[in-house]
């Protein structure tokens, strides 16, 4: 199990562990929408890039969801996001502009933007995740429900 146990706000074992605070946890829950609400990427590329990361983070809850990225990818975006996200999680204070350079011209500096910030979101709850020890969702089922969203009494 986890470092600290599971609060009994949120639909998911990240999202009760950040539930212990509620004040984080709504923004933390928004902008995670608005990443998967944009229409900048496909669902597919945030996906890979998520499952890229989640390798390097050392968070089994992030791992187990879907298991690692997909060795080849038939679209040639996805393949450059991927690879982005190698670098930036084996080093992203080495990504300087001769490194973004490249990523330059298939990304429009707004794409660019938003792909990074989903990097740093997605490698942040990776990271939450690794120190407190989350588990995958399968260590936290016998006890309650984790699908329901909100506060709950029945879990513990």
Wanted: charged letters at 20%; proline letters at 7%; a negative charge.
């Amino acid at each position: 199990m986890s470092r600290i146990p599971l609060s009994n706000i949120g639909r998911s074992p990240m999202e009760r562990l950040m539930g212990h605070a509620p004040h984080i946890l709504a923004p933390w829950v928004q902008l995670e929408e608005a990443f998967f609400g944009s229409t900048t990427f496909p669902a597919e590329l945030l996906e890979q890039v998520r499952r890229t990361l989640a390798f390097s983070t050392g968070c089994r809850y992030c791992q187990a969801k879907a298991g690692p990225a997909a060795s080849t990818h038939s679209d040639p975006k996805v393949a450059v996001a991927v690879e982005l996200a190698r670098l930036f999680a084996l080093d992203h204070r080495a990504i300087d502009d001769a490194a973004l350079a490249p990523f330059r011209t298939k990304f429009s500096a707004a794409e660019l933007a938003e792909l990074l910030a989903f990097m740093g979101f997605t490698w942040a709850g990776g990271t939450f995740g690794a120190v407190l020890g989350l588990q995958p969702r399968q260590a936290y089922e016998s006890s309650c429900s984790v699908e329901e969203p909100g506060n709950r009494t029945d879990c513990p």
